[in-house]
């Protein structure tokens, strides 16, 4: 089977760009490119789409990713339990940030801005980290 770069795309819950930027950075090439210049993947390609989406969900960078992929005596488990590492240690240094003291014109400044207090994107890392964790709980179990 063959998908073209769209079917691949819509089938992965990704761009057609952001796999002509993997294309371009070698960590995902397609089976082949036609003559018009269309990319075109196969079921290797799709695994290895799938496997890489599934590492990019959990935070691991593109360059780990394809050099876990691309190793020969890749285990899958030894990354897992790795990235969940350092997740757990991200977390630990956030938890122990003291969330900085606004002054009141800084608090004003965030409101009319609408942004985001920075004590409220440290919890939300938090909070994604933890989610994180327990998908790797969840993957490690079986």
């Not at 995902?28 to 003559?35: G, M, V």
């Not at 009141?104 to 994180?132: A, D, F, H, Q």
Request: glycine share 4%; charged share 25%; hydrophobic share 40%.
């Amino acid at each position: 089977m063959e998908y073209s770069i769209q079917e691949c795309s819509q089938l992965a819950g990704v761009t057609t760009r952001t796999l002509r930027w993997y294309d371009k950075i070698n960590l995902l090439k397609p089976s082949r490119t036609a003559e018009s210049g269309y990319r075109y993947y196969g079921l290797a390609e799709v695994n290895r789409l799938q496997n890489l989406l599934f590492y990019y969900v959990l935070g691991v960078e593109l360059a780990q990713i394809k050099e876990c992929l691309d190793s020969l005596s890749f285990d899958r488990l030894t990354a897992l339990r790795t990235h969940l590492t350092a997740l757990e240690s991200e977390q630990t240094w956030l938890k122990h940030l003291n969330p900085l003291k606004q002054k009141k014109g800084m608090s004003l400044y965030v409101m009319k801005r609408n942004l985001k207090p920075l004590s409220e994107i440290l919890w939300n890392r938090v909070r994604t980290i933890m989610e994180r964790k327990r998908v790797f709980c969840m993957v490690m179990s079986k």
